[in-house]
Every structure is written in structure tokens, then in C-alpha cells.
């Protein structure tokens, strides 16, 4: 007897969230504040992002200062010390965000007996990511730090042209402009948005500029030469923390010096340099091999997986390290730390898995196709018909690489493409999280939906090597396929050998991401974030390389 047909007839996603909205850790000691004064359960309320009790102590505190006083004198001092222990490497960043959501309860509790709620504010800036990018976490992290350190912050949101960001800063009148961006293009933006705002007069804003994409020698030098008001350069959101309140004292913000972590580097944009792209008959030493032939011309799509089967291609140094950000105390060994590790932030991995399994959508399309090199181009031939053609750079020195050298340029060769997404959903989750406060949970979940795309792509690369014939190196363990011990690679557009964002247009004429929901950006990024797309090189030399 057959089984009906059963249908999903709720959203996930809304029922995650009910189900988990109440959910915190419960604390069964004895309460650790007990006996200590008032001024200093508080601050260690903030310190060690303890909620239990919190509207006790403040209740209790408000019989001997005012609600304002208790935020400037006992509240901003308890985070004044969670930002020396993150500094000094003694505290981590999700508990720095734990602390900020502690100080947020306190706020909220505390804001109706204030008269007027904008008298605690330190300073105000306004946040945006600019115009083209839809990257927020690191802006984000800003607003979090800042506002939970008595400035009032209004933050626009992403993909922000200059007029939006200058109509925010007039409208609520903060003291100064804080401008974010995650691509090498966003730098260019910044620039141009620094030029109009000399030509508009209203250089009377400093302005931080912060980005994975910025070097402190490109602020500090470049845009500070050409910028007629204060332009500063944040690494993190903790310096962009002492420039604001450098500001507030109506002081300079001094440049923090280069040393660990702060390496002074020459900024290289692509656009800038088309000499890289120009062929001068000189190619690599990358010896031309046989092609293996494609199961088929074109591409295919899929939309069903395991997700729990992607999960086990996550890099966890990528995810703990990287995203979630837990870093290795002063005084800590390696050993030690692996064990912290493995005791602290595997259980947050594997439950995160199981309550994220619903949220996450998991889809690929992925083709091969007819190709040859001419010169510096990759040209590729559209089943559908007409051909596509790629530009690479090539290094000046050295061994000469070029992306192209990788295919044939005297006979007909193949590239494979791809396309992956683990879908929209998870970003919604994630500025749910924001908006409610919930910081830790916040990074926790934005990092779990970066590397589970990333590891989508790393399983569908493996995937296309098998169904190309091209597996015969593959490596007994994930970690050394995490570190590429395979034959051939990945390229993705906007790194050192193809950083050319454009390109995205060619690869969606070729596999059509849009039937699984992937779309371009006016900048050429891929939107829902969590995706990523890729060329796919079969030949043995292909390795990631610099271009200079």
C-alpha cells in the first residue's frame, strides 16, 4: 500500500525561530555575584555576559544613582574592560558580543526611567556599506561595539550610494561618516565618495573607512592626502571604537602603528593596472596536456542534497578561527587551545548544525564546455551559440602565470564552471538575529552560512573531478582537500588570479545561475551572499598563484 504524499505546509524558518526564541544557556550554580557591591556585580554582569539577576541588580542600583549614571559611570566601564581583554588577546569576540547583549538588556530596562535617552550619547556616526556591496557583517560588528559603548549610531545598511549616506548624516546630525566594503571596488568607491563630499563642502565629517579590502597605507597615505576634512583607517571594530572616542574628547584620532596584524602593504587594484592584461607573446612555462573529455557540453542544475553531507566538508579552522573568530589566549599553547576548542566550540558546531538543517537550501548548477586559450583569453564556446571570452592577468616576473596558460591554445580543450547556494533564508535568520539583540547567536549563524556555501562548493568540485575522470589524486582526508592536494583547481572571480568581479556576467551567460536563485548585483557580486561560483581548471599545474 502506497504512502501519502506528505507536504511541508509550515515555514521552517518561523518555526525555528519560535522554537528557539526563549531558548539561553541555563546557569545551575550558585549565582557568582553574590556578596559582591552593587557597582561591582554590574560591571561583572557586563563583563562576563551574565543576564540571570540583571534587572535585580539594576533595580537595586537605581536606589542609589540615577538610570544615566549607572550607564555612564558603572555600565561603560564594565565595557570599557571587555574591550581591554579583547585587545590583549584574553577574551574572544562571541563573548565580546555576549557582553554587548548584556549591556543592551541593561539599556533597554534602564531607557524608560531616562528623560531624555539621547543625553548618554557619547557621539553619533553614521554606518553604511557602500554603494555595490552587499557585504555587512564587518559594519555590523561596528555598530554593536559603538552603540553598546554609549554612542548613538544610525546604520543605512548596504549597497549605499554617497547621497543616501550624506542624507542620513544631515537628517539625524551625527559627528561623523563611517563607510564599509568587503571588494577590492568598494575601495574605489570610497574614493570617489571622499572627492564628493570635498566638492559638496561637507569635508567637515571625519570619515573611518574599514574593509577586508583596505590597507592602512591606502587610507592613511592615499585617501588622507586627497581628503580635505579627517579620514582614519579601522582595522576592527575596536579601533574603530577608539577613534570615535578620541573624537569625543575633541581630539585628533591618532593612527594606531603597524606591528602584528597591522602590516603596512602597497593597495593594487586590477582596473588600475591594464598592463597585466596585455599579451606580449611571452607565455609560462605550463606545459599543454591532453584534455580529458566532459561526461557532456553544457550545464545541469540540482536542487536536492543531504545537508548533513555538506556539513562534513565545513573546514573547521576556516569557521572557528576565521569566522566565529575564537583565537588562542597569550597564554594558552596550541595543544591546549585545540582541546578548548574541541570541548568549547565543537558542541556550538554540531547543534548549530541540526538547528540550521531547515534554513539552509542547498543548490548547484555546473556545466563543461568547449574552450581555448588565445594569449591572455580564455575563450569558451556556448552550446547555445556565440563564445565567451575571459581576460586574465599575467604576473610581470617569475613564471609568467596566466589563468590561460592552464588550457590549450593549438586545439580544442574543456573548463568546467559551477555555481552554488545554500539560499536566502539564512540571511533573513541572521538579520532577525540582529535586530533582536542576539549578537553571538548573530556572528555564530552568519559564520555557519559563509562556510556551509563554502563547503558546498568545495563537495560539488569534488563531485565534477569524479564525474570528469579527473580524481585520480585525490587525498585520503579532508584536511589535505582543504588544502587543495588534488589535481586542478578552483578559481573564483575577484581572487589574485582572476580578480576581475565582470567576469560573473560571462559565467551566468554560460550556466544561468538564476534558475536556482542566484542573481548578479548592479556590482557584479553574487546575491544571496551565502554563494559562490567558480572556473574549474583540469590540468595538473593548476595551482592558486599571485599576480603583482
Given at each position: ?10 515555514d521552517?524558518?518561523v518555526?525555528?525561530?519560535r522554537?528557539f ?7 545551575t ?6 556578596g559582591?557591591?552593587i557597582?561591582?556585580?554590574?560591571r561583572?554582569?557586563?563583563?562576563d ?24 559611570d558603572?555600565?561603560?566601564d ?6 581591554e ?10 563573548f565580546v558580543?555576549?557582553?554587548?547583549e ?6 533597554r ?14 557621539g ?14 564587518g559594519?555590523n560588528?561596528?555598530?554593536i ?10 546604520n ?15 537628517e ?38 574599514g574593509?577586508?579590502a583596505l590597507?592602512?597605507?591606502y ?6 592626502s ?9 582595522q ?29 602593504r ?15 607573446g611571452?607565455?609560462s ?9 566532459p ?12 545537508i ?6 565545513i ?6 578561527r576565521?569566522?566565529?573568530?575564537f ?6 599553547s ?11 566550540v565543537?558542541p ?13 537550501q ?8 568547449r ?5 591572455n ?8 551559440g556565440?563564445?565567451?571570452?575571459f581576460?586574465f ?10 589563468l590561460a ?23 533573513r ?5 540582529f ?7 548573530y ?10 556555501a563554502e ?18 589524486q ?14 586542478g ?8 588570479a582572476?580578480p ?6 560571462g ?13 548578479l ?20 599545474q593548476?595551482k592558486?598563484f599571485n599576480?603583482?
Amino acid at each position: 500500500m502506497s504512502q501519502p504524499e506528505r507536504r511541508c505546509t509550515y515555514d521552517p524558518l518561523v518555526e525555528l525561530m519560535r522554537r528557539f526564541e526563549s531558548v539561553r544557556q541555563q546557569e545551575t550554580a550558585a549565582d557568582p555575584l553574590e556578596g559582591l557591591p552593587i557597582e561591582d556585580r554590574l560591571r561583572r554582569h557586563i563583563v562576563d555576559g551574565l543576564k540571570k539577576n540583571l534587572e535585580r541588580d539594576l533595580e537595586e542600583a537605581l536606589e542609589s544613582y540615577g538610570p544615566l549614571e549607572i550607564v555612564n559611570d558603572i555600565l561603560l566601564d564594565g565595557m570599557k574592560t571587555v574591550g581591554e581583554l579583547f585587545g590583549s588577546g584574553q577574551m574572544q569576540l562571541p563573548f565580546v558580543l555576549q557582553s554587548a547583549e548584556v549591556m543592551k538588556a541593561a539599556v533597554r530596562y534602564l531607557e524608560p526611567r531616562m528623560e531624555k535617552a539621547a543625553e548618554r550619547s557619547k557621539g553619533s556616526i553614521v554606518l553604511a556599506t557602500v554603494a555595490g556591496d552587499v557585504h555587512d557583517i564587518g559594519k555590523n560588528l561596528v555598530d554593536i561595539i559603538l552603540s553598546n559603548n554609549g554612542f548613538r549610531v544610525v546604520n543605512i545598511g548596504i549597497k549605499q550610494p554617497i547621497e543616501s549616506i550624506l542624507k542620513a548624516a544631515e537628517e539625524h546630525k551625527v559627528d561623523a561618516i563611517g563607510m564599509s566594503g568587503l571588494l577590492v571596488k568598494s575601495t574605489l568607491v570610497m574614493r570617489e565618495n571622499l572627492l564628493e563630499m570635498n566638492e559638496r563642502g561637507l569635508h567637515r565629517y571625519p570619515v573611518i573607512l574599514g574593509g577586508a579590502a583596505l590597507t592602512r597605507a591606502y587610507v592613511e597615505e592615499d585617501l588622507r592626502s586627497l581628503y580635505k576634512g579627517n579620514v582614519y583607517y579601522a582595522q576592527d571594530a575596536f579601533e574603530g571604537l577608539r577613534i570615535m572616542e578620541s573624537l569625543a574628547k575633541g581630539g585628533p584620532a591618532a593612527p594606531a602603528k603597524s606591528g602584528p596584524g597591522r602590516a603596512v602593504r602597497s593597495h593594487r587594484l586590477p582596473d588600475s593596472e591594464p598592463d597585466l592584461y596585455r599579451f606580449d607573446g611571452v607565455r609560462s612555462d605550463v606545459q599543454p596536456v591532453e584534455p580529458p573529455v566532459p561526461p557532456f557540453l553544457g550545464s545541469k542544475r540540482r536542487d536536492k542534497f543531504d545537508i548533513f553531507e555538506i556539513y562534513r566538508y565545513i573546514n573547521p579552522i576556516a569557521l572557528f578561527r576565521g569566522q566565529w573568530q575564537f583565537r588562542r589566549r597569550p597564554d594558552q599553547s596550541n595543544p591546549e587551545f585545540d582541546q578548548w576548542l574541541a570541548e568549547n566550540v565543537q558542541p556550538i558546531f554540531e547543534r548549530l548544525q541540526r538547528e540550521l538543517a531547515p534554513v539552509f537550501q542547498p543548490r548547484v548548477v555546473w556545466g563543461y564546455f568547449r574552450c581555448r586559450s588565445q594569449g591572455n583569453d580564455l575563450v569558451v564556446a556556448n552550446p547555445e551559440g556565440g563564445e565567451v571570452r575571459f581576460r586574465f592577468p599575467r604576473q610581470r616576473d617569475g613564471r609568467r602565470l596566466c589563468l590561460a596558460d592552464f588550457f590549450r591554445e593549438d586545439a580544442d580543450d574543456y573548463v568546467a564552471f559551477q555555481a552554488v547556494t545554500v539560499g536566502p533564508e539564512v540571511s533573513r535568520y541572521e538579520r532577525a538575529l540582529f535586530e533582536a539583540g542576539d549578537y553571538q547567536r548573530y556572528l555564530l549563524v552568519h559564520g555557519m552560512g559563509v562556510e556551509t556555501a563554502e563547503a558546498l562548493a568545495e563537495y560539488w568540485h569534488q563531485q565534477v573531478r569524479r564525474e570528469w575522470g579527473i580524481d585520480d589524486q585525490e587525498p585520503e582526508s579532508l584536511k589535505l582537500l582543504f588544502s587543495a592536494k588534488y589535481r586542478g583547481a578552483r578559481f573564483s572571480f575577484g581572487y589574485p588570479a582572476c580578480p576581475n568581479l565582470e567576469d560573473q556576467k560571462g559565467l551566468f551567460e554560460l550556466l544561468r545561475p538564476e534558475r536556482i536563485g542566484i542573481e548578479l548585483t548592479e556590482e557584479w557580486m553574487l546575491s544571496p551572499e551565502q554563494s559562490t561560483t567558480a572556473l574549474i581548471a583540469h590540468h595538473p599545474q593548476a595551482k592558486y598563484f599571485n599576480v603583482r
